[in-house]
């Protein structure tokens, strides 16, 4: 088994030299106190590590908040900003391949609806909680939520097997952490299609070997679908007479024509079996910025990309699954824009 899942890993790893991938894969873990999240995490960044990525792990930071009144909305907007900072941060480092996130976005939504049912926060607070965690700016960044559970009393168990007190702390109790369960199904629920991806794993009578299996094989298809995305063709023979053999077409007619054709032909497919199809065409969704008599010329500086280190006078990208709408090609655009140049 681990033979395989080196195997596996190996091609990707690969893949990541391709000059394709603008950002680090980012994984938020996110579950029940004691759910076996942090040995997981410990055993998923070793694997990743030792078979070539970059790995990061942001470490929870409830362990080390200031504020210790850990039911209060001060508490948990604390961690969970921290928690974005890291994953802000990470963005900004060209050199990571994963970035593991212990709580995170997810996490601030799930503990959200915990302090909105035990009356600690107002309707008004919730709302306004949401609003700023749950934007799609945010949930965008992440890849992969792994929500790991288990039943109460085998947390309890966990957290008491190798203290020498039973004394229960302000979450470590039965009824609490029932409520927490029940606060996580709640955001699944709500908040699951937000995100690009979420996997539930209950870890109840669960080694921590077998969790982590099922861990790094979700990982490796998001890896996968990372480094290979779904990606928008049009076959060559629904277009092709649409456009010249090469130059620029500047009637507004054919434009429009060619940009209908594209949306009622349509397909997606994996971005390595496109680049390997002559009978497809992928279409490219890309802007020239000008601001009064200047243009903007950016440089493509990813190491392993086709035109690293050179001028380009546009910006924009393959248009990809996320973009399907009726606009595709505008929506696509808006997307790399807002990726690439802020806008």
């Not at 030792?50 to 908040?65: D, H």
């Not at 965008?140 to 004394?167: F, G, H, W």
């Not at 709640?186 to 699951?192: E, I, Q």
């Not at 006078?313 to 606009?327: E, Q």
Request: net charge neutral; proline share 3%; hydrophobic share 40%.
């Amino acid at each position: 088994m681990i033979g395989r899942l080196e195997e596996d890993v190996a091609k990707l790893r690969s893949q990541f030299d391709s000059g394709h991938v603008k950002h680090p894969l980012i994984i938020e873990f996110s579950g029940l106190p004691k759910a076996g999240k942090t040995r997981v995490i410990s055993i998923l960044q070793l694997f990743l590590k030792r078979n070539g990525f970059k790995v990061e792990v942001f470490i929870e930071r409830a362990s080390v908040a200031p504020i210790r009144t850990k039911g209060h909305l001060n508490f948990n907007t604390w961690v969970s900003c921290a928690s974005l900072q890291g994953m802000l941060e990470a963005l900004s480092k060209p050199e990571l391949d994963v970035f593991i996130l212990d709580r995170g976005i997810f996490d601030a939504l799930a503990w959200t609806h915990w302090l909105a049912q035990t009356g600690k926060i107002t309707s008004g607070e919730e709302e306004a909680c949401y609003g700023f965690f749950a934007m799609d700016r945010w949930a965008d960044l992440v890849d992969l939520v792994l929500v790991m559970t288990c039943d109460p009393q085998t947390s309890i168990t966990r957290e008491y097997a190798n203290q020498l007190t039973t004394k229960r702390g302000t979450i470590m109790s039965e009824d609490t952490l029932r409520q927490i369960n029940s606060s996580i199904e709640a955001t699944v629920a709500v908040h699951g299609s937000r995100f690009k991806a979420i996997e539930r794993i209950d870890t109840t009578g669960m080694q921590s070997r077998d969790t982590a299996v099922k861990v790094v094989k979700k990982t490796l298809d998001v890896l996968t679908n990372f480094l290979d995305e779904e990606i928008c063709v049009v076959p060559a023979d629904a277009v092709s007479s649409q456009l010249p053999q090469r130059g620029l077409v500047q009637d507004r007619a054919a434009i429009d024509t060619f940009v209908s054709l594209v949306n009622s032909h349509k397909q997606f497919v994996r971005r390595s079996i496109a680049e390997g199809d002559p009978t497809l065409i992928q279409p490219i969704a890309c802007a020239i910025i000008r601001w009064k008599d200047q243009i903007l010329l950016l440089r493509r500086n990813k190491k392993g990309h086709a035109l690293h280190n050179k001028y380009l006078l546009w910006a924009g990208g393959h248009v990809n699954i996320s973009d399907n709408s009726p606009a595709i090609l505008v929506t696509a655009l808006e997307r790399e824009l807002s990726e690439e140049i802020f806008i």
